[in-house]
């Protein structure tokens, strides 16, 4: 019997049936049930569930007359808003797949997405436009298949910006959510207006996906630099929204807000179609704002908040905290980084609110562990959830270790991926095969109690985790070495008080081009890659230290670093 058998909790079970039906098929029943229940709230616009699963339908129509056919990738690059929801289950009820981006990567980046997912169509906001279409004509001029449709929403298509009330967002946001399309057009392809989309009259295909075939194909990258795609069948996806449900013990009287991300798989799979398969309600909030995060807790009674922990350590800090009204808080929690105990403590201790931490990362759609409510413990990975077998092993030998031995955590369960999409080498790679049953390598070390609950100890992988945003250090030097000054670069993590970590870069630069400074190097990266992989420290050095095979020893680097980061700390403010 697992050690953590003793702190289950009540009236969840250990193991859920394997689902038959689709993602989509989610929409549909809670359509059927509660066609007059709001499923989304947007700036004060609410989104009945018929509201919804009809725009689905209606989108997936137009999708199919454009060529898209079962399995066809489809990429949706969105901030969160009704759309994406929308456009998320549009794809999957034309039985295509959802290519989920970062909303915050940028041209260079994109161009990735689009060939290596091999997608022809996208759907994106008109602020992002025109990243998009510079990706696709890159592409395009380079001879490789790229987009042929894109279709363009605006975010006004989903609220009134005369009717926001007590909704209503920071005026600095004003100009990005009203703002006209950019004018940026596809050199060899169609732009299509989300209004024309959804005025589309055609029936929509017939759903015909199943379990076993591929829903949603988000990117996560590693060592070797460039982002690879997380084959996730329906059936992971749906093992995830059923579990995480019922240990959440959640019904469809939860009001959630939806704020962390839908293109991550925390926000996607746990908060976008958990509510759903709920029949629950999301308050949707496209970007962080702690005072109108309050308000919206206060205004719409949310029972659920699912975050990283700057979110609450930003909002505790408001200056109108008193102000707010948390009091139908029910369940707070998140993962992505540990949650700091003094705050913790505060919630507990000011608003009778226990902090539930969880586990879990791309490949495995979202959570492996998470800390039962009645009893979690704080900066805790939590238990194997439903369904789920962990353990830890020597990251050499594999043999598998007794409590409280760090070790690699090996996970395995119906939540795990299919492998990476065309990449049969890095798959290989991901996997065991321990006591007959295939376990995926985490990459992360950690230790379990002697109670059965997982703790995070170090890492494995090279990875930098910036206030819950996965940072790939690989991936930023290979942008980085497109500087014509870079001549070689070395990223590590260095320690911040706030985000966690941050991105820091050790430049060797080209003769000649001595005159760069650090500030005009981070300037350029954050013109060329997502705000938040960008490195905010950089550091010239003459040399970076090199085995005898040549190879750059980024672990000498980082280890410095933590040393100089340690004595920061002991020297105080």
Request: hydrophobic share 45%; charged share 15%; with cysteine.
């Amino acid at each position: 019997m697992p050690l953590h058998d003793a702190f289950w909790p009540e009236r969840v079970p250990r193991h859920v049936p394997a689902i038959a039906t689709s993602v989509w098929h989610n929409l549909a029943v809670s359509a059927a049930r509660y066609p007059d229940k709001a499923a989304l709230v947007f700036f004060g616009t609410v989104t009945t569930y018929a509201q919804l699963a009809g725009q689905a339908e209606q989108l997936a129509a137009y999708l199919y007359q454009l060529g898209v056919q079962k399995g066809a990738r489809v990429i949706v690059f969105m901030q969160n808003c009704p759309q994406l929801v929308i456009a998320h289950y549009a794809i999957l009820r034309a039985n295509a797949v959802v290519v989920p981006v970062n909303p915050m990567n940028l041209a260079e980046e994109l161009a990735h997405y689009i060939r290596d997912s091999g997608a022809s169509v996208a759907l994106c906001t008109a602020d992002l436009a025109p990243q998009l279409v510079q990706a696709a004509n890159a592409v395009g001029a380079e001879g490789d298949p790229s987009l042929q449709h894109l279709i363009v929403t605006a975010f006004t298509d989903a609220f009134d910006p005369q009717a926001m009330g007590d909704d209503a967002p920071p005026a600095a946001w004003r100009d990005w959510l009203c703002g006209a399309p950019d004018g940026a057009m596809l050199q060899e392809g169609r732009h299509h207006a989300w209004r024309e989309a959804l005025a589309c009259s055609a029936p929509p295909p017939p759903h015909t996906a199943g379990p076993a075939d591929l829903a949603v194909l988000p990117y996560t990258s590693g060592t070797t630099g460039l982002p690879k795609g997380c084959m996730h069948p329906h059936r992971s996806i749906q093992h995830n929204v059923v579990g995480a449900a019922l240990w959440g013990q959640q019904t469809m009287q939860a009001v959630s807000l939806s704020v962390v991300p839908m293109f991550h798989i925390t926000g996607m799979v746990v908060v976008m179609h958990g509510s759903i398969y709920l029949g629950a309600t999301q308050i949707l909030m496209p970007r962080w704002d702690r005072e109108l995060a309050g308000r919206l807790i206060s205004k719409w009674k949310v029972t659920t908040w699912t975050n990283i922990p700057t979110m609450v350590i930003d909002l505790l800090a408001s200056p109108n905290i008193a102000d707010f009204d948390l009091g139908s808080l029910e369940h707070i929690g998140g993962g992505g980084a540990a949650m700091p105990q003094a705050v913790a403590q505060r919630l507990q201790g000011q608003f009778g609110l226990a902090y539930v931490e969880g586990y879990g990362l791309t490949e495995t759609a979202a959570p492996t562990h998470s800390n039962p409510h009645h009893r979690p413990k704080q900066q805790c990975l939590g238990i194997p959830i439903i369904g789920t077998c962990a353990c830890i092993v020597d990251p050499d030998t594999l043999a598998v270790l007794p409590p409280g031995a760090q070790g690699e955590i090996l996970v395995h369960g119906p939540q795990v991926f299919d492998g990476y999409w065309r990449n049969q080498a890095a798959t290989d790679a991901a996997f065991v095969t321990l006591e007959g049953r295939r376990f995926f390598r985490t990459g992360d070390l950690g230790h379990m109690d002697e109670e059965g609950y997982f703790f995070l100890t170090d890492r494995l992988k090279r990875m930098i985790n910036a206030s819950g945003f996965k940072v790939w250090p690989a991936e930023v030097e290979a942008l980085m070495f497109r500087h014509p000054a870079v001549q070689e670069a070395c990223v590590i993590g260095a320690r911040d008080a706030y985000r966690g970590e941050t991105v820091k870069a050790f430049v060797v630069l080209r003769p000649g081009h001595e005159a760069l400074t650090e500030d005009a190097l981070i300037a350029w990266c954050r013109n060329h890659m997502a705000a938040y992989k960008a490195p905010r420290l950089v550091e010239f050095v003459d040399a970076l230290p090199k085995s005898g095979s040549g190879k750059v020893m980024w672990r000498a680097l980082q280890q410095r670093q933590e040393a100089i980061d340690r004595q920061g700390v002991a020297a105080g403010p």
